[in-house]
């Protein structure tokens, strides 16, 4: 099959997670795009997300949930295996928070599911 040709999607198990490829083959198969042009397209988005939290702003996405960067404190830790005390650096670390609507369906599928 040529790479730039979408394929029908296969079905997922309840476990399943899925891969950037796998979500612009289905991008691509359920918008009738390229699949090059697709992945250009899915790079942007992602790129221009990642740009956005760098400089310190918040992702919305109506429906789906916020992206946001949280800063966190250092502290003194321990280390599991020895007992020694460790210093954790304060850090920077990318947040989401879903939002309910889709919290909401999410809950609904999981209950007809069952």
Same mark, same amino acid.
């Given at each position: 099959?040529?790479?730039?040709?979408?394929? #029908?999607?296969?079905?997922?198990? =309840?476990?399943?997670? &899925?891969?950037?490829?796998?979500?612009? +083959?289905?991008?691509? $198969? %359920?918008?009738?795009?390229?699949?090059?042009?697709?992945?250009?397209?899915?790079?942007?988005?992602?790129?221009?997300?990642? #740009?956005?939290?760098?400089?310190? =702003?918040?992702?919305? &996405?109506?429906?789906?949930?916020?992206? +946001?960067?949280?800063? $966190? %404190?250092?502290?003194?830790?321990?280390?599991?295996?020895?007992?020694?005390?460790?210093?954790?650096?304060?850090?920077?670390?990318?947040?989401?928070?879903?939002?309910?609507?889709?919290?909401?369906?999410?809950?609904?599928?999981?209950?007809?599911?069952?």
């Amino acid at each position: 099959m040529p790479a730039n040709k979408p394929s #029908q999607p296969r079905v997922e198990t =309840e476990a399943a997670s &899925i891969t950037k490829a796998e979500l612009i +083959q289905r991008l691509a $198969y %359920k918008t009738k795009m390229s699949v090059q042009r697709t992945e250009f397209v899915v790079d942007a988005i992602f790129a221009c997300m990642e #740009q956005s939290l760098r400089r310190g =702003e918040r992702v919305e &996405i109506r429906g789906f949930g916020t992206f +946001q960067v949280r800063s $966190y %404190k250092g502290y003194t830790g321990r280390n599991p295996s020895t007992g020694d005390r460790v210093e954790v650096a304060p850090k920077r670390l990318p947040f989401f928070k879903v939002s309910k609507n889709l919290a909401a369906k999410i809950a609904v599928s999981h209950r007809t599911e069952s």
